[in-house]
């Protein structure tokens, strides 16, 4: 098997293009992928720093290693979830990958913070695992970000990521996160840190042999958490139709961002009214779901 486009030996096949790279082929083609990603969604110039939301999976941390080489600043941040050896490596992998590369990383730990890991508070305070997890990693992510001054927070998800999420949203008709589902979420005029996914054109497969190619040392293990989540369920059934159709997933989740602006009304703006009266940031309500899932947790941890 040659390189499509040197000839020289191919490093890895990819059906969906019908076609195969040697490794700075391949290397050449996945950074321009994801300079494609960020210039289409205007997701952020070079002129600003840029806060990268790593967990010491392969993505995330190659993501943070992509930027650097397109030549953004980047600044890491990684949330230390209190999940016993599982967040104790995630964070060694991070700081090992800072270290090495001479890059500044923001930490915060849960345990420090709230004396509870996330899995304590999810079940303190009845909810789901991953539900829970979700709602603090979004409150951190924003919260950080405008106390640092950091105008946009890039995280690693890929392909698989958001056409599993698409699926269970379409499965569920889930109309409202339906209309949200993008690789940009506006800023809401500085209300909101801008939440940007640059890798959303590739599958998990190319980021792994990226994460392999370029010795990215990187925590394998899923998180115990995530036992029995749905969206593997979902990546799964998207596994079998990619094998027999190469480039379904692509065509899936692209597919619909073309679709959506003329199927899905954009959201309303937030508002200057629209803040949770306990912690300042946006939100619906006069409490955030945040504030509400803190609040129920360590009140029940005292009682």
Request: net charge positive.
């Amino acid at each position: 098997m040659k390189c499509r486009k040197c000839k020289k030996p191919a490093v890895l096949k990819m059906p969906r293009h019908n076609t195969a790279f040697c490794d700075v082929c391949f290397q050449d083609y996945l950074l321009k992928q994801v300079q494609k990603a960020i210039s289409d969604g205007k997701m952020f110039l070079k002129e600003a720093p840029i806060l990268v939301a790593v967990s010491g999976g392969k993505d995330s941390l190659a993501l943070w290693d992509i930027l650097i080489k397109l030549g953004y600043e980047t600044v890491g941040l990684h949330l230390n979830l209190g999940i016993g050896a599982y967040s104790a490596t995630s964070q060694q992998m991070v700081e090992k990958f800072a270290q090495t590369r001479n890059l500044r990383l923001i930490t915060h730990g849960y345990q420090e913070s709230y004396g509870l890991g996330v899995v304590e508070i999810a079940k303190a305070s009845a909810r789901p695992a991953c539900s829970a997890c979700g709602t603090m990693k979004r409150h951190h992510f924003n919260r950080i970000a405008i106390e640092e001054g950091f105008p946009v927070v890039a995280t690693g998800h890929n392909l698989d990521d958001e056409a599993a999420r698409l699926l269970g949203n379409l499965l569920k008709w889930q109309v409202p996160y339906l209309e949200k589902q993008s690789p940009v979420l506006s800023d809401d005029n500085g209300k909101w840190a801008k939440k940007v996914k640059p890798l959303y054109r590739l599958p998990e497969r190319e980021m792994a042999a990226y994460a392999i190619l370029n010795r990215i040392d990187y925590i394998v293990e899923e998180c115990p958490m995530s036992n029995g989540a749905k969206a593997f369920t979902y990546k799964e059934t998207l596994n079998r139709l990619e094998e027999a159709s190469p480039g379904a997933k692509h065509q899936f989740y692209l597919g619909f961002l073309k679709q959506k602006e003329k199927s899905f009304p954009s959201p309303p703006p937030v508002t200057d009214a629209d803040a949770c009266l306990t912690c300042g940031q946006p939100c619906q309500s006069e409490q955030c779901g945040y504030c509400r899932l803190i609040e129920r947790s360590t009140s029940l941890i005292v009682s």
